[in-house]
């Protein structure tokens, strides 16, 4: 900062640096008008009482000072935050630590990858097309949801979960399909209903399975575990998606190209699935990873019909036989070009993907149709009520991992 000279007796003495250029420039400017008041034959009192001009300066001088304080201890905690929890923010989407962008847009499909190598793939005049599907690390597509309201309903009273006694807030507002077996309710309700979070009556015997001593703390997690989902999405205006169906194994689960981790292949039910989504991302707080929920499918499908098929958006609901795999035979996802969507692969046909949706009290939901359906009897939006203890070769279910960030403490960022 430059530093004033006044010239005294033809010797130059440096002054004070200058503190504070708006507040001079403040004072300056009460002056003047305090002078030009005393011209007008104004009375001082009114200038300098305790009302008066001078007074309100420094009101505003203060209150001035004390919200730049503010606003630099809230950037402080935002420029923290952001080191340890944000890599960066592309497109305004929140790229988080520990995870690479790799290509796309909010429009076509962005993508991450947790592999820094793939880093390298991505180009500014490719990055509005289709990302390369041979990359090294598990990869998810951000969902955008401008309008989180019109997913999740609150209740402040709260609705009983089946089998339990244990209560939520929040619970899913899922679509209304044409079939009248399949009619949309609130946690608790159970003729011919879906809805989530809830419970069937299978859970307590399974409940050991997932890691739970009993139905009520199985009910427990569930409920905090939906809240923690619905909390980000209505913060983040969005989530991230598996770009592929489940690959890997059991061990390792992956979000890859490859072959489909099925119930065939893991000899598993529902509560398997459940489990092994859950480590898809693991030693991340703040980042979860586990079975998708079916408000979260619903979400992807209103996207699909707003950006990629808006001229024709009933590829989505009525007919996906053009981009999904519908041959009779299954394939390794996220091998055929021709069965993606907004960067997002095997949404409709190949493997059946389950969900966290339950129907009725002895069935969960799964979505996409699979390969031995047909395109316009299971589209991308179908759902199909399954028991969630069917094992093996009988069934072709696989499952798609929500990638969630979830803060404790949450600050805005646009």
Request: glycine share 8%; aromatic share 12%; proline share 3%.
């Amino acid at each position: 900062m430059k530093k004033e000279r006044t010239k005294v007796k033809g010797k130059a003495k440096i002054t004070k640096l200058k503190k504070n250029v708006k507040g001079i420039t403040l004072i300056a400017l009460v002056v003047t008008i305090i002078v030009l008041l005393i011209l007008a034959g104004v009375a001082i009192s009114l200038t300098i009482g305790q009302n008066g001009i001078f007074s309100r300066a420094q009101t505003a001088a203060n209150t001035w000072r004390e919200a730049e304080t503010n606003e630099q201890l809230a950037m402080g905690e935002i420029e923290d935050w952001m080191d340890e929890y944000i890599t960066k923010v592309i497109d305004g989407v929140i790229i988080p630590n520990g995870f690479y962008y790799v290509g796309g847009s909010k429009t076509t499909g962005l993508v991450i990858s947790d592999n820094q190598d793939d880093e390298k793939e991505w180009n500014a005049e490719t990055s509005t097309q289709p990302v390369s599907n041979n990359l090294k690390g598990n990869q998810f597509v951000w969902v955008p949801i401008e309008n989180p309201d019109d997913y999740f309903i609150e209740e402040t009273n709260g609705v009983k979960l089946c089998y339990t006694t244990k209560k939520t807030n929040v619970y899913s507002k899922l679509q209304t399909t044409d079939d009248l077996n399949y009619r949309v309710g609130k946690p608790g309700e159970t003729d011919h209903i879906i809805r989530e979070p809830d419970l069937l009556y299978y859970d307590e015997d399974y409940c050991d399975t997932l890691g739970y001593e009993s139905i009520e703390e199985m009910a427990e997690d569930f409920v905090k575990k939906y809240k923690e989902m619905s909390d980000s999405i209505k913060k983040y205006k969005g989530f991230f998606i598996g770009r592929y169906e489940l690959t890997g194994d059991i061990e390792s689960p992956t979000e890859k190209k490859g072959e489909v981790l099925s119930c065939e292949k893991i000899n598993g039910n529902w509560y398997d699935l459940y489990n092994i989504c859950q480590n898809v991302v693991t030693g991340k707080e703040k980042v979860k990873s586990t079975m998708i929920y079916g408000v979260q499918w619903d979400a992807t499908m209103d996207w699909l019909k707003e950006t990629k098929f808006k001229d024709n958006p009933s590829k989505v609901d009525s007919d996906s036989s053009s981009w999904g795999n519908y041959s009779g035979s299954p394939k390794d996802t996220g091998t055929d070009s021709n069965y993606e969507a907004n960067n997002i692969y095997d949404l409709a046909g190949n493997y059946a993907d389950w969900t966290q949706e339950v129907y009725a009290e002895d069935y969960r939901v799964s979505r996409g149709g699979g390969y031995d359906n047909s395109g316009n009897y299971a589209p991308a939006y179908d759902l199909r009520r399954r028991r969630p203890t069917w094992y093996g070769s009988s069934h072709f279910i696989s499952s798609r991992t929500l990638y969630a960030i979830v803060a404790k403490n949450y600050i805005g960022i646009k």
